[in-house]
T-cell receptor, first 117, second 113 residues
């Protein structure tokens, strides 16, 4: 299947700093990528839809100024958590779909564990 | 609004048992349904994808069925093994390309040897 990578896999930062997470589709192009957030023992909650070359679409309740998304190319989307606070500590995971086979199967990155002290 | 529910939330079985995980969704207008596996602290591994026009898909010891009209899917695991211990997530694609998956909360499976 298609491969999606994320970097870093784990990050610990101080409160007030900004953290950038990269999501890459390694062997396919993706005009759309998705960012999810997962709290312990909870399911994945969609944060935003990242669209190549245009603004991201955020889900209700997600602060677009706090979670900046940039989809600069067909293989890279970045999520920047600005002025991070301890409540932003979570598991962030992205997904993408090749979209060429008609199956629209989504493939997920390995996730990024963010801990804000 | 699409909602996905998975039952049970947790399941413990001895090795060798066959088991069924259940998933239900409220809006039958789906494009496809995917089952994923998630190990603790890890990302998601896609197990099976069923298109809305399909009834079931099989991969090894796994079989997933879909009854779109009733809003139900099941994941059948045959001859369970300790290595099957993980959280299994069901997710539906709302319409078509460009929309995100909607996830259930998962079933955490523990298979004892």
């Amino acid at each position: 299947g298609a491969v999606v990578s994320q970097h870093p896999s784990r990050v610990i930062c101080k409160s007030g700093t900004s953290v950038k997470i990269e999501c890459r589709s390694l062997d396919f192009q993706a005009t759309t990528m998705f960012w999810y957030r997962q709290f312990p023992k909870q399911s994945l909650m969609l944060m935003a839809t990242s669209n190549e070359g245009s603004k991201a679409t955020y889900e209700q309740g997600v602060e677009k100024d706090k979670f900046l998304i940039n989809h600069a190319s067909l293989t890279l989307s970045t999520l920047t958590v600005t002025s991070a606070h301890p409540e932003d500590s979570s598991f962030y995971i992205c997904s993408a779909s090749p979209g060429t086979s008609g199956r629209h199967e989504q493939f997920f990155g390995p996730g990024t564990r963010l801990t804000v002290l | 609004k699409q909602e996905v529910t998975q039952i049970p939330a947790a399941l413990s079985v001895p090795e060798g048992e066959n088991l069924v995980l259940n998933c239900s969704f409220t809006d039958s207008a789906i494009y496809n349904l995917q089952w994923f596996r998630q190990d603790p602290g890890k990302g998601l591994t896609s197990l099976l994808l069923i298109q809305s026009s399909q009834r079931e898909q099989t991969s090894g010891r796994l079989n997933a069925s879909l009854d779109k009209s009733s809003g139900r899917s099941t994941l059948y695991i045959a001859a369970s093994q300790p290595g099957d211990s993980a959280t299994y997530l069901c997710a539906v694609l709302r319409n078509q390309a460009g929309t995100a998956l909607i996830f259930g909360k998962g079933t955490t499976l523990s298979v004892s040897s």
